[in-house]
């Protein structure tokens, strides 16, 4: 589970572009079209049967689970941008409908990030401040929400301070991320990632290479992520 300028400082909203991931980075190549038909289909089965107007908060949940991979799957900007905002409307309603469940603050915050970052507008004070609100809720009900831990994670890291960036809070995330999921490859590439960042090359390479070593998580289906784990690797070694 990709990513600045402030306006004056007279302004009373900071606003500040976001470069933080919701899931894929915006470099990664699409996934096969098989997986992209197989989510077109499950959405369409659930659309017929009306389950966009349900107040269901499972099935809600679900498609906007759906939306967000959509969105990631899809080429086109214009409907990658309709399926975030989508995803994002249908989690609004299971969170209406349940404020106690974690999935639908997360995909909430997970939708709307994505449709964020994909305009590559400057985002409000008021709206980072929304998301990290959702991702906390999720994990104040469920503290081992591998995604939502993994979204705090990439937050946290690339917000500036004055937004509420924390560089030790977001290794905290990362490494609570795979520990709640170790075969969460996403969330463990990144925080490969972050050791390179702090010229830790030991405890990166250990990622990397639990990653090439490891089952994939069943939330997991773009392979570019090992690829990627893979090209680090190898220009980690002495």
Avoid at 183 to 200: C, G, P, S
């Amino acid at each position: 589970m990709d990513v600045c300028l402030p306006r004056p400082r007279y302004l009373i909203v900071i606003v500040f572009l976001l470069e933080f991931w919701i899931f894929l980075s915006p470099t990664e190549p699409p996934s096969s079209l098989a997986a992209e038909t197989t989510l077109e289909r499950e959405l369409h089965e659930l659309l017929a049967n009306h389950a966009d107007s349900s107040s269901d908060v499972r099935t809600l949940v679900r498609l906007a689970n759906l939306y967000l991979d959509l969105g990631d799957e899809y080429q086109g900007e214009a409907k990658r941008q309709a399926a975030y905002e989508e995803g994002a409307r249908l989690a609004q309603r299971a969170v209406d409908i349940d404020p106690a469940n974690a999935d639908a603050h997360y995909f909430y915050a997970a939708n709307l990030g994505s449709a964020v970052q994909l305009k590559g507008a400057m985002a409000s004070a008021l709206t980072i401040n929304d998301l990290k609100a959702h991702v906390r809720r999720a994990l104040a009900l469920q503290p081992d929400h591998a995604p939502a831990l993994h979204m705090m994670g990439r937050m946290l890291d690339e917000l500036p301070w004055f937004l509420g960036g924390d560089r030790e809070g977001a290794l905290a995330h990362l490494q609570r991320a795979v520990a709640a999921d170790p075969h969460y490859v996403h969330a463990r590439l990144d925080l490969a990632k972050i050791y390179i960042k702090r010229h830790n090359a030991e405890a990166a390479r250990r990622e990397l290479t639990t990653i090439l070593s490891s089952e994939v998580s069943p939330r997991e289906g773009n392979p570019c992520y090992r690829e990627e784990a893979r090209q680090l690797l190898r220009a980690l070694q002495p």
